[in-house]
């Protein structure tokens, strides 16, 4: 069974920077592509960023490019969303995925199976 906890969400004002966690466990990290949505109140879930599992691909919406950072820590069998310069349009809950793949360097948009329980980030204006 995978299991994904997301953590790190919280409330910030414009311009701050957070950093989300989803850790999982060892045998999920190393061959699941992960992957990171977001869902604002009214709105649809949305890609945010992706991670091929070998971390050598990724790829971002074009809402976050230049601003958020996906990376994967294989010690800790942890992926990450470095988020900066936060707008409070990036104001939702963050899901992290994952989806087993074969190639190691896809970094799937969407048909992910896996999801964690989501965390809240807030930001004002």
């Known amino acids: 069974q995978v299991q994904l906890v997301e953590s790190g969400g919280g409330l910030v004002q414009a311009g701050a920077s957070l950093r989300l966690s989803c850790a999982t466990s060892r045998s999920t990290f190393s061959i699941y592509a992960m992957g990171w949505f977001r869902q604002a109140p009214g709105k649809e879930r949305e890609f945010v960023a992706a991670?091929?599992?070998?971390?050598?691909?990724?790829k971002y919406a074009d809402s976050v490019k230049g601003r958020f950072t996906i990376s994967r820590d294989a010690v800790k069998n942890t992926l990450y969303l470095q988020m900066n310069t936060l707008k409070p349009e990036d104001t939702a809950v963050y899901y992290c995925?994952?989806?087993?793949?074969?190639?190691?360097?896809?970094?799937?948009?969407?048909?992910?199976?896996?999801w964690g329980q989501g965390t809240q980030v807030t930001v004002s204006s």
């Open positions: 995925a994952a989806d087993r793949v074969i190639n190691s360097e896809y970094a799937p948009l969407n048909g992910y199976d896996h």
């Open positions: 991670s091929s599992w070998s971390g050598r691909t990724t």
